[in-house]
């Protein structure tokens, strides 16, 4: 991608906030979501009920908001409320877990070819739909996907509902089907408090035509307390002007520290993509092949040049466990 500006629709100057860059979740200040009863400690989760797919016509998606300005507002939030510095590698052990391929062969698209595994996801909170972006990741379950923690969860706040992912979006279509949620997984340090450095979350899909998600479209590897400063390759569907959020973008770059917020942990990496690519996976390396080691988070001010991802360590880590083994 060049390297113009990040993610949002209406950034805020840096000298006032940062914003994020990519859609977020709903749009009412709610008291947040009780924990389901399968939540382990340290971790919020929701079940979901109903088929939110056939909600989802052509039309709709389309018209879906990047809802950075709820990213926005959870970084006001939390602006002046002094964090500790995050995680660091030392803090856990490094893990790796694999993926898996498809069993169906790539679409192909002229501009930007889909990846099986890689996908929007759309969802109301506040009585607004949203859309974001997401990723097919290794799971004992084979039906996780992962995202922001703002296309999740307010943060803090509702959970949001109709949470559906459509891999490989094009142009509206739906090629490997619309997958709906039933159950949505994050830390609690986003979910009570929409701590910038804990911004991902996580939803398990329930199965289409008696099949699991990973086993129509893959999953990615995933890798929890690597090492600082690598190589990534990151997706995402930007929606926000320039960009219509019809096909798939990406940026490629070696990360570095945020200098304006290091109590976040957060690594950026050059890139101009909008709002609607929250949530987009970063791989490691240079290419979709890799291991998912963040996700597309938040960027600062109207002419960024920089997308943020957090560090993924042991906090995110027990999100993702309590959810791929749900």
Same mark, same amino acid.
């Given at each position: 991608?060049?390297?113009?500006?990040?993610?949002?629709?209406?950034?805020?100057?840096?000298?006032?906030?940062?914003?994020?860059?990519?859609?977020?979740?709903?749009?009412?200040?709610?008291?947040?979501?009780?924990?389901?009863?399968?939540?382990?400690?340290?971790?919020?989760s929701?079940?979901?009920?109903?088929?939110?797919?056939?909600?989802?016509?052509?039309?709709?998606?389309?018209?879906?908001?990047?809802?950075?300005?709820?990213? =926005?507002?959870?970084?006001?939030?939390?602006?002046?409320?002094?964090?500790?510095?995050?995680?660091?590698?030392?803090?856990?052990?490094?893990? =790796?877990?694999?993926?898996?391929?498809?069993?169906?062969?790539?679409?192909?698209?002229?501009?930007?070819?889909p990846?099986?595994?890689?996908?929007?996801?759309?969802?109301?909170?506040?009585?607004?739909?949203?859309?974001?972006?997401?990723?097919?990741?290794?799971a004992?379950?084979?039906?996780?996907?992962?995202?922001?923690?703002?296309?999740?969860?307010?943060?803090?706040?509702?959970?949001?509902?109709?949470?559906?992912?459509?891999?490989?979006?094009?142009?509206?279509?739906?090629?490997?089907?619309?997958?709906?949620?039933?159950?949505?997984?994050?830390?609690?340090?986003?979910?009570?408090?929409?701590?910038?450095?804990?911004?991902?979350?996580?939803?398990?899909?329930?199965?289409l035509?008696?099949?699991?998600?990973?086993?129509?479209?893959?999953?990615?590897?995933?890798?929890?307390?690597?090492?600082?400063?690598?190589?990534?390759?990151?997706?995402?569907?930007?929606?926000?002007?320039?960009?219509?959020?019809?096909?798939? =973008?990406?940026?490629?770059?070696?990360?570095?520290?945020?200098?304006?917020?290091p109590?976040?942990?957060?690594?950026?990496?050059?890139?101009?993509?909008?709002g609607?690519?929250?949530?987009?996976?970063?791989?490691?390396?240079?290419?979709?092949?890799?291991?998912?080691?963040?996700?597309?988070?938040?960027?600062?001010?109207?002419?960024?040049?920089?997308?943020?991802?957090?560090?993924?360590?042991?906090?995110?880590?027990?999100?993702?466990?309590a959810?791929?083994?749900?």
């Open positions: 991608m060049t390297i113009t500006r990040t993610l949002a629709t209406s950034l805020m100057s840096l000298s006032t906030a940062a914003v994020f860059a990519f859609s977020s979740a709903g749009g009412a200040t709610a008291a947040p979501s009780a924990p389901g009863n399968d939540a382990a400690p340290g971790i919020s929701t079940r979901t009920t109903g088929d939110a797919a056939d909600y989802w016509t052509p039309e709709r998606m389309r018209a879906a908001v990047p809802g950075d300005s709820l990213a =926005k507002k959870a970084l006001q939030r939390q602006k002046g409320n002094a964090a500790p510095l995050g995680e660091t590698p030392s803090n856990g052990t490094e893990t =790796k877990i694999k993926g898996s391929d498809p069993t169906v062969q790539p679409m192909a698209n002229a501009s930007e070819s990846v099986p595994h890689i996908g929007k996801v759309f969802f109301t909170l506040g009585g607004t739909d949203y859309v974001c972006s997401a990723n097919s990741v290794a004992t379950n084979r039906s996780t996907v992962s995202t922001a923690g703002h296309c999740i969860n307010e943060g803090p706040g509702a959970f949001a509902t109709r949470f559906t992912f459509v891999p490989a979006y094009l142009n509206g279509s739906a090629p490997y089907g619309k997958w709906t949620a039933r159950a949505l997984y994050a830390p609690t340090q986003w979910s009570s408090s929409g701590n910038m450095q804990y911004d991902t979350g996580f939803a398990v899909m329930s199965p035509n008696g099949r699991n998600l990973a086993d129509v479209v893959g999953a990615s590897g995933v890798r929890f307390n690597a090492a600082r400063g690598l190589a990534y390759k990151a997706f995402g569907y930007p929606a926000a002007p320039p960009f219509n959020g019809e096909s798939l =973008k990406s940026c490629s770059w070696t990360a570095t520290n945020d200098p304006y917020n109590q976040f942990n957060t690594q950026g990496i050059p890139c101009n993509m909008t609607g690519s929250s949530g987009g996976p970063w791989f490691i390396g240079t290419s979709a092949g890799g291991y998912q080691n963040s996700v597309n988070s938040y960027g600062y001010g109207s002419n960024s040049t920089t997308m943020y991802g957090p560090y993924w360590g042991s906090v995110i880590q027990s999100a993702y466990n959810a791929a083994a749900s």
